[in-house]
Every structure is written in structure tokens, then in C-alpha cells.
């Protein structure tokens, strides 16, 4: 079995990517020694999914490549560059975990939930996909509160709280732990191992007008999302082929902390640092595109494992098949970034 270990080494990276405090504990501004803040061990977690090994990594894309053949030659005639327009819904379970009934526990308002949607929509567009927010829960519990990966509050959170099936979206907000991690996701391939497990969990004070600057803008569901509809991180595998499996995403040693316009970290790469793409780590205000190849990938991803396919593929156009199934508690590959430190220290 290979993911296991996957996920505890991301977290293992995760706590080494930081962002950095100053003496209030709230992250520096702007984009000051970016990256430095790589190695910089003083800091809190910003994000860290690691670079996976490339035999690691070769393993587990092999099977969705056949997936894929099959996939593509079921295209017939119609090439990627017609069907990867057809419009998908996905439905979307929204679940608020709280420490009480206050905005900085927890407690996030249904304006800023509805900001969050309409910013996945909107960076979604790219891909013509929208997602349906389905329900919305809340749950005041403090040992939920802190969303820590791996760990049984967390398993069963997930158990008691999810909804719907493979191809429904779950999206839990809480404080995570690590602090200063961002957020989390599983990858579509997971959830035929752990279905109860599938989903993705953001920090709360990352949704627009939250505490998180400047992280504060909704992108990091926007990046969440992206690793649950398969896409890896754009510094994925660093300089070296591979890379991200994305032919269109330059390679990229290092992520692109803060927003380094013009950077170029692989000597051969054939462009600019994808500073910009949602799969990057920049401050929300740098993050926004999708290229047309992670559409294409994104797409067979959830096709392939997800069951979610246009109506050019033989599906419905919409999300909504599969069963409620239950299954082993997590493990996980994903993560996003920072918040200040004194959210993470809750006002709980
Ligand atoms: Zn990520």
C-alpha cells in the first residue's frame, strides 16, 4: 500500500513550510524573504505537500493512464478540445465545525460562505465547472474544532458529518493543527479506499473577510479543490520531469510564496514560474488561473474515479451518483498554506 506513507510525510513536510510571524504572531506582510520562509524554521506552517518521489508518483498515475486510454478512445471522434467545454455540477456539502458561537471561534457567517462560493465558481469557470452548494451544516464542538489530519476526532467528524457520494464535494471549516496549516484534500484515487474520508478542510478564517491575510480571499478552497478534482501542486517534482503530469504548467523548482512575478527557477523550463495557477502557494491576491491542460487532467480524474462525467462522455453533467459508503479512518497528501497566529491559537 503506498499512500499511507505518502500522507504522513506531506505533514512531515508540512510543518517545515512556513510562513513568517512578527512579534504580534500575525504573518508577515507582503512577500519579504518568500523563500526563505521555505527553510525557515522559526515559522508556523503555511503548506506543504511535499515533491513525492518519482517512482512513487510514476506507481500511482500508471493506473489512471490506462483509465485514461480507455477513457479518450471512448471520445471517438470528439476531440479534448470540445468536451472538456461541457459545462459539470458538482454538489457540495458545506460543514461548519466551531469552537462556539463566535466568528472567532469558528462560527463563520452565511455571507462569508456565500463570498466563498461565489469565489469557487468564479475560479472554476475555467474548467466550466459550478458547484452546487447542497447543504450547509454547523457544529459547535471544541474537540472538532481543531482539525487535526489523521486523527479519530477527525475521523469521526467526517463520519458523522459527510454526505452524499464520490462525486459529491464535502467541505469541512475548522481550525486546523498543525497551526498554520491552511488546508487539506484528499485525491480523487483515494476514495475507493477511504470514501468516508473524501473531502477537503479549510481553515475558516480563509474565506473572504476572514483573519487569515493574506490568505483571506477564498482561494485556498479554490487550491483544495484542485487536489479533489486530482491536480498536483505546479512545483510538483521541482525542475524534473514528471513534474505535475501537466504538460502546459511550466516546471517550477520551489513554490512561488508571496507572488514572485517573473520568477524563473528551472533553467529548461519552457516559461515563467506559474507563479499565478490556483496549484501554486501565492498569497491569495496572486493566485488566478487554471491551465487547459489541468482542466483536461482534472476532468479524466473525475471521470475515471469520480464517476462524474458531460453528457459527451456518457454521463449526466451532473454529480450525484454513488453510495454513502463507510471506510477507515484518513490519510491525507494535502494541505494549503498559513494563517495568523493568533487564530491559531483559537480565541477558543
Ligand atoms: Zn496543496
Not at 149 to 176: F, T
Not at 303 to 316: D, E, Q, V
Not at 317 to 330: E, F, I, L, V, Y
Amino acid at each position: 500500500m503506498i499512500l499511507p506513507s505518502l500522507s504522513s510525510r506531506s505533514f512531515l513536510a508540512t510543518a517545515l513550510l512556513a510562513s513568517t510571524l512578527d512579534s504580534s504572531g500575525n504573518l508577515a506582510s507582503a512577500a519579504a524573504a518568500a523563500d526563505d520562509r521555505l527553510t525557515d524554521t522559526r515559522n508556523i506552517v503555511r503548506c506543504g505537500v511535499e515533491n513525492i518521489p518519482v517512482p512513487e508518483l510514476l506507481k500511482m498515475e500508471e493506473e489512471f493512464k490506462n483509465h485514461r486510454i480507455v477513457l479518450e478512445a471512448g471520445h471517438g471522434a470528439d476531440s479534448n478540445a470540445s468536451w472538456v467545454n461541457d459545462p459539470l455540477s458538482i454538489n457540495m456539502y458545506l460543514h461548519v465545525i466551531a469552537a462556539n458561537e463566535t466568528a472567532e471561534g469558528g462560527s463563520v457567517s452565511d455571507t462569508q460562505i456565500k463570498d466563498q462560493i461565489d469565489v469557487l465558481n468564479t475560479d472554476y469557470q475555467t474548467m466550466n465547472i459550478d458547484f452546487q452548494l447542497k447543504n450547509v451544516t454547523r457544529t459547535v464542538r471544541p474537540e472538532w474544532f481543531n482539525v487535526k489530519p489523521s486523527s479519530k476526532e477527525q475521523a469521526e467528524m467526517k463520519r458523522s458529518l459527510r454526505q452524499g457520494g464520490p462525486a459529491d464535494l464535502n467541505v469541512y471549516l475548522g481550525c486546523l493543527d498543525p497551526p498554520g496549516l491552511l488546508g487539506y484534500s484528499t485525491f480523487p484515487r483515494d476514495i475507493r479506499e477511504n470514501p468516508i474520508d473524501d473531502g477537503v478542510v479549510v481553515l475558516f478564517s480563509s474565506l473572504p473577510g476572514g483573519a487569515a491575510e493574506p490568505y483571506n480571499e477564498g482561494k485556498t478552497l479554490t487550491h483544495e479543490v484542485g487536489h479533489w478534482l486530482g491536480l498536483y501542486h505546479t512545483f510538483q517534482g521541482g525542475c524534473n520531469e514528471p513534474g505535475d503530469f501537466v504538460e502546459d504548467t511550466p516546471a517550477e523548482a520551489k513554490p512561488g510564496f508571496g507572488c514572485p512575478e517573473g520568477r524563473k527557477s528551472c533553467k529548461h523550463s519552457t516559461g515563467l514560474d506559474p507563479i499565478h495557477n490556483f496549484m501554486d502557494y501565492g498569497d491569495d491576491n496572486c493566485l488566478s488561473s487554471f491551465t487547459q491542460g489541468q482542466v483536461v487532467r482534472a476532468r479524466d480524474q473525475i471521470a475515471i474515479y469520480r464517476g462524474i462525467k458531460s453528457s459527451k462522455h456518457g454521463g449526466s453533467g451532473s454529480s450525484g451518483g454513488g453510495k454513502q459508503h463507510t471506510g477507515r479512518p484518513g490519510k491525507y497528501h494535502h494541505d494549503r498554506r498559513n494563517s495568523r497566529h493568533e487564530v491559531q491559537k483559537g480565541l477558543i
